[in-house]
């Protein structure tokens, strides 16, 4: 296995994209590289590569200005305003539609962030996708899609025991990690005995 090199304005853009590197170790990075920290972990990963490979940096990102969220009082017939999110507010109103079963899934983000609809369209919607497979996360997202399947992998093993295996896998290198890498659907799975 290789060492996991620090990040430097000499690594080159090749080591830098084989490792995995945390939103908290990319954004003083890019500030001492005097890009622009902010934004989304795919996209700054993009700009730091860039930087080190001697290419031109890929235009930043520019958060859409935030449209007004959902205040009660909250009825069926209220329109979602686009970038709606799952606040406690729309959470009490939809465990008193739906009832105590109700979660914000993959389904309900979704639909809430495209907005255009009622808060009715958004019961009726969470009725019809409840219990289907939800939609397929973001490929930046390897944490979530190696937790899944970890816990999928591994019914009985505990959180603790699903980390301890989250950070082996990171600390390999990408073309160690195969076929896991984050530029991969797959994930490589590490097993981990579980006692009982």
Known sequence: MSDRPCLQETLDEPEFNRWYWTMAELQPFARRLGI?????????????????????????????????????????????????????????????EIGPTFTFNGHMRSFLLAGG????????????TVGTPLPKQSESLEFNRFTE????????????Q?????????????????????????ITVWAHPVMG
Do not use: M, Y
């Not at 890929?58 to 709606?84: I, W």
């Open 117 to 128: 609809a009622t808060l009715g369209d958004a019961v009726d919607h969470w009725h019809r």
């Open 149 to 160: 399947a970890w816990h999928a992998a591994n019914p009985r093993g505990t959180p603790a």
């Open 36 to 96: 622009r920290p902010a934004g989304p972990k795919a996209e700054l990963s993009e700009r730091i590569a860039a930087k080190l490979g001697g290419r031109p940096l890929p235009p930043d990102f520019k958060p859409r200005p935030a449209d007004p969220q959902l205040t009660p009082p909250l009825t069926r017939s209220r329109s979602v305003p686009q970038g709606q999110c799952s606040t406690e507010a729309l959470r009490t109103f939809f465990e008193a």
């Open 162 to 186: 699903c980390r301890d295996a989250w950070a082996a896998h990171r600390a390999l290198p990408a073309d160690e990690r195969s076929p896991g890498s984050r530029r991969s659907n797959r």
